[in-house]
T-cell receptor, first 114, second 114 residues
Framework: DTEVTQTPKHLVMGMTNKKSLKCEQH?????MYWYKQKAKKPPELMFV???????INESVPSRFSPECPNSSLLNLHLHALQPEDSALYLC?????????????FGPGTRLTVT | SQKIEQNSEALNIQEGKTATLTCNYT??????LQWYRQDPGRGPVFLLL?????KEKRKERLKVTFDTTLKQSLFHITASQPADSATYLC?????????????FGKGTMLLVSP
């Protein structure tokens, strides 16, 4: 199974809402990632988890809060978002976090903040 | 900071021809360079990875080269087909605080006409 799944596929939320994005992989990968992608732009790295520990936070605002409950699951908790946070949020995983490993991406969650 | 340039935003070619996409970067060379394909509204899909000490890598109709002197990678699709139409992303596999992270170029949108 080389699939990364993400739920929900689409999410519309108000600026005062709290919601969560979920990501799951069963490939035994030890590194997981959150990316943000705006229209016609490349994916931008937000967070890296390696062996279930937050390894890299690319100066992401605190209204985005990642969580890695176990080696297969990755969540992104959202609170008090702004309209400019509307984007495609992609989860990815790789065998290791130390380089030379291809990343497997999920289909993404299309987030709209109203 | 590292800059990545994919020289064409869009490339139109006829079916059966070879598509050549270019990725240039500044500053220091990464240990690895990766190419991904992305279809609209979907997550990127890994295609090829090449190491800094490799000149060329092939997979079926795909070929990638890596020239650390020129700071350039070329990505070729031979005998192109309309199904190859997509955005192709170059990604530098960089070391960041001891972990590997991908920095993507803006991508080249390839359109293969019948």
């Amino acid at each position: 199974d080389t699939e990364v799944t993400q739920t929900p596929k689409h999410l519309v939320m108000g600026m005062t809402n709290k919601k969560s994005l979920k990501c799951e992989q069963h490939m035994g990968h030890r590194a997981m990632y959150w990316y943000k992608q705006k229209a016609k732009k490349p994916p931008e790295l937000m967070f890296v988890y390696s062996y279930e520990k937050l390894s890299i936070n690319e100066s992401v605002p605190s209204r985005f809060s990642p969580e890695c409950p176990n080696s297969s699951l990755l969540n992104l908790h959202l609170h008090a978002l702004q309209p400019e946070d509307s984007a495609l949020y992609l989860c990815a995983s790789s065998r290791t976090g130390t380089g030379g490993s291809e990343q497997y991406f999920g289909p993404g969650t299309r987030l709209t903040v109203t | 900071s590292q800059k990545i340039e994919q020289n064409s935003e869009a490339l139109n070619i006829q079916e059966g021809k070879t598509a050549t996409l270019t990725c240039n970067y500044t500053n220091y060379s990464p240990a690895y360079l990766q190419w991904y394909r992305q279809d609209p509204g979907r997550g990127p899909v890994f295609l090829l990875l090449i190491r800094e000490n490799e000149k060329e890598k092939r997979k079926e109709r795909l070929k990638v080269t890596f020239d650390t002197t020129l700071k350039q990678s070329l990505f070729h699709i031979t005998a192109s087909q309309p199904a190859d139409s997509a955005t192709y992303l170059c990604a530098l596999d960089m070391r960041n605080s001891g972990y590997s992270t991908l920095t993507f170029g803006k991508g080249t949108m390839l359109l293969v006409s019948p």
